[in-house]
């Protein structure tokens, strides 16, 4: 294909001519209706050879400008749909290309360097913490090794801002609704934030930022 010089050419096209040319593919289908409620205007399509195909691009202008010393495809593995396990799994095949072979092998030497440094490795080597599909998804419950090891970094950081005159306080992780609205935080912030509980009259909900606590400290001062 490289040596082809295969050309990449882009097109656009309306957003109706664009759904009936997909109708009989959901994620395309999917992908442009997303597209159009952004308000994008035109959809881009990118053609090499007889493939046509849904891309924002941008791409070289054809195969021969692809260094095959310098590609590589790195494996190929099970993905949901857009990240989420509620959808049907599909093939991903993943691949990197550089500008020279040099680029490409110092990217998997970083790559290699990374994997003997990947947490969830060395969590397991070191006994530091353990994950429970019961707990929830990148929640880890610390071992005695692991509390260690996180006690020494807090007392570390608390004793560097202290030298350096930072102050500390201690405000609730809780707060009345009616503070963010004060503060001009939750219209902003409320589609994330974790839902509103009802405590005796009061509206309570878990704080997104410290700030508005903050502010009340230096209100009483």
């Not at 692991?146 to 570390?156: A, D, Q, S, Y």
């Not at 509980?197 to 606590?213: G, N, Y």
Request: include cysteine; glycine fraction near 6%.
């Amino acid at each position: 294909m490289i040596a082809q010089k295969i050309k990449f050419i882009q097109s656009e096209a309306d957003f109706k001519s664009s759904l009936e040319y997909y109708k009989n593919d959901p994620y395309k289908t999917e992908l442009i209706n997303d597209l159009q409620a952004k308000g994008e205007k035109k959809v881009s399509f990118y053609d090499s050879d007889w493939f046509h195909n849904l891309c924002a691009g941008p791409h070289v202008k054809d195969t021969s400008e692809i260094n095959l010393e310098a590609f590589k495809l790195m494996s190929v593995a099970g993905a949901y749909w857009r990240g989420s396990e509620k959808n049907k799994m599909l093939t991903r095949i993943y691949g990197v290309a550089f500008g020279t072979k040099e680029e490409l092998e110092e990217y998997l030497h970083r790559q290699e360097e990374a994997e003997k440094r990947d947490h969830r490795k060395l969590g397991a080597d070191l006994d530091l913490f353990v994950f429970s599909d019961l707990v929830g998804k990148g929640l880890p419950l610390l071992t005695p090794k692991g509390t260690i090891i996180r006690k020494e970094l807090e007392k570390f950081v608390y004793e560097e801002e202290v030298k350096r005159g930072y102050q500390h306080v201690v405000t609730p992780h809780l707060a009345k609704v009616q503070l963010y609205q004060t503060s001009g935080h939750y219209p902003y912030y409320k589609d994330t934030m974790y839902p509103v509980m009802k405590v005796d009259e009061d509206e309570l909900i878990l704080r997104p930022m410290t700030c508005p606590h903050h502010f009340m400290l230096y209100k009483s001062r």
